[in-house]
């Protein structure tokens, strides 16, 4: 059966380069079934890149080959790795764009890819990983891309806070639809569903549902999201633009005290 | 053969949403041939996606299985359905997504997807369609998927009139160019041809053509287009900006004097 | 093995048309390997396809069709053509959308394809091009197409020219970083170096690098990107917005005494 193959990158939708890549991944001699998961992530923003694959690739049979492409250091000294992370497998940049992968599901082996000679400075996707990928799709063992490699580079990732003001999360992405995802997990929910409301910013929303359709259109809500996050949406409608807020913004649960109304 | 599978959504291009949905779908024993038609309708737009859907997925072979996920009533009480329209089958929330397609090759059979007790509320297509997707993929009968499902959602769809003032219609959707395709058929043209001109909102268009080449750049014309409505169109240009026109814009041919001149 | 059939359009992404030529593709009795170059070429650019298509199509394995769909005079006289180009086949309309391939690589063969009498004027796409897709895919010979074709249309690509104030050429592409990629290949290199800059419009870019990490964020720089040409770029920044630059800006290099002190 073919291997998957999936693309990440910030080389823009339509992209030359986006091309060359599969060009060469389909030179293996049984051409894997390409996927893309992105291609217009923000250029050179490894921390979007980080967790839309660590959100996006784990779902897919196991032995999926995933690439990452955002790589603003291409052909300096960072270097370039293949990782087993949980039951998938990537090659990206070691730039903390495999961080939040590694966080939900664990670092299992890496390897260092060595450079060809004639790989050209400024596109290693296509002169350095593709080809590897080719290798590994071949049938070659994860060994031979190089030396095994330690230390992957991880971006510091928000945690949740408990402080005298309650409970301090932060929202860590904006979907499509403006929904702002936090980061506190399904296991807040309680509390705050105890609080009846909780703060984004300086707005309180007040709205607790299950799902979009339980409020009317337009009505601010709070919901733990497909993702196992506590998420803010508007009903049909952006939260990101109602209520002003965007990747770092404050959120907050009341302090501890409400909690034991609910234990 | 591997089994065509389209997907429509109002996901975002780029979004997690879609590729955890292609995982999931990947994991059926032979994976599909997955096709992407749109993951860019406008959020929560369900005619846009029943108007692409019912223009887009019948030239398919036979048998193909196209999934629509456009659902701002995700985890409501809305029901999912599979249908077979034409020779070719669907899965999608039953609201009025698939009532383009309905109306154009009609409905044969139609059943209702039982829920998974564990699908999260807000992502049924990641839940409950694909692995309903992946059943039918493996061999599974419609029918085990729940049971025969019958009234599905019609959306209104505006039907040309006949008044004192001549025949009238409207722009039903804008293509990428800026195109205005009308719900005027080519049945209609012989009436266009002889009245000389087409009213769009308060602009008479009078350069009738076969193709959009036939004028000179930047000439309002109108013709058949190749969806098989009388299109409005400027010439290299973007009509919807030119003429101030979008979906909802009336259209007019004069009234049915103007016919017996012609026939 | 399936063929790889990739597709080149402006109909926009998630557009009606991109399915329907997808759909009449899927019905080769071996279907193919569908790869999406671009569709949202600019509309009606003929050079922007020109250009994306010699630079993206050459890097897969041979024998691989390459379907353009640029194309303004749908349904008047232009001729439809299959054309081998290198080791690769193309079918576009012949309006110059494949003059950048053919000057990379040279054209072999052509064919003009003859059109069904049932073609609606305005898309051929669906209508002749796919069709004559499938029966190459099927193993019709290219002869079967319609009579051979020469003198295909040939755009005029801008040629660096030597002048009293040096050697002068010109932006003909942005990449989606906003990169400014130049006609000047490799081979002008060591006079870029020899002279410590270049000059683009108003702007004397002095940092030259061997990729882009090479100098600190902000930064403008020239280089050798990765198609083998003379690039300007701003460090993880927009060397478009920065510059005030886009395809036409005119760039120089020194006259020729510089040269002189590296050679």
Known sequence: MPRIVTLTTDFGSG?????????RL????????????????????IRAAAWLVGQACFAFPAGALH?????????????LVWARIGEQEFIAPDNGVLSWAIRRAGLREAREIALPPDAAATFHGRDV?????????????????GQSATNLEQLAWPEPR??????EGEVIH?????NLVTNLTAAAWPRVIAARAMQIGPHAVTTLV????????????????SQGFVEIAVVEGRADERLAAGIGTP???PAQEFRATTD
Chains 1, 2, 3 share one sequence.
């Open 26 to 45: 389909l030179h293996a001699r049984q051409p894997p079934t390409l996927v893309d998961i992105a291609h217009d992530i923000p250029a050179h923003d």
């Open 15 to 23: 992209s030359e380069y986006v091309a060359e890549m599969k060009a």
């Open 251 to 253: 959120v907050r649960l």
């Open 67 to 79: 690439i990452v492409v955002v790589d603003p250091g291409v052909g300096t000294s960072r270097r």
């Open 162 to 167: 408990e402080t005298l003001h309650g409970l």
């Open 210 to 225: 299950h799902t979009y359709g339980d409020a009317t259109r337009g009505t601010p809500v709070a919901l733990v999201g």
């Open 174 to 178: 904006v979907d499509a639809f403006g």
């Open 129 to 145: 990983i593709a080809p590897a990928a080719v290798r590994l799709i071949d049938g070659a063992l994860p060994e031979s891309l």
